[in-house]
């Protein structure tokens, strides 16, 4: 099992900046990659991006590309997600996932994640 706490989220301005963070415990030796979706009301879970946790290959969805940057410090088990440029559509509840699958692409829908956060608000006024 592994579990995944996730902290950082808060009320920001639109332009502003936040990093969420995400530590992993347990078998983390079993995590291939980690990931952030986010969830806005009314509508279904979304991927924002994913990192391998060994070679560190990253995906983001094209809403974020440019804005948000995800990265990783193994040694900690932690991952990050640095968003700027924060728009109100940004606007979400934000969960970090793990996926033990090895494979030759990050996955970017949430069935391919087995494990999952219990979510960080982010709210960003206009």
């Known amino acids: 099992q592994v579990q995944l706490v996730e902290s950082g989220g808060g009320l920001v301005q639109a332009g502003g900046s936040l990093r969420l963070s995400c530590a992993a415990s347990?078998?983390?030796?079993?995590?291939?990659?980690m990931g952030w979706f986010r969830q806005a009301p009314g509508k279904e879970r979304e991927f924002v991006s994913a990192?391998?946790?060994?070679?560190?290959?990253?995906n983001y969805a094209n809403s974020v590309k440019g804005r948000f940057t995800i990265s990783r410090d193994n040694a900690k088990n932690t991952v990050y997600l640095r968003m700027n440029s924060l728009k109100p559509e940004d606007t979400a509840v934000y969960y970090c996932?793990?996926?033990?699958?090895?494979?030759?692409?990050?996955?970017?829908?949430?069935?391919?994640?087995?494990?999952w956060g219990q979510g960080t608000q982010v709210t960003v006024s206009s």
């Open positions: 996932a793990a996926d033990r699958t090895t494979s030759l692409r990050i996955g970017v829908a949430s069935y391919e994640y087995d494990y």
């Open positions: 347990g078998r983390t030796g079993s995590i291939y990659a």
């Open positions: 990192i391998s946790w060994r070679a560190g290959s990253t």
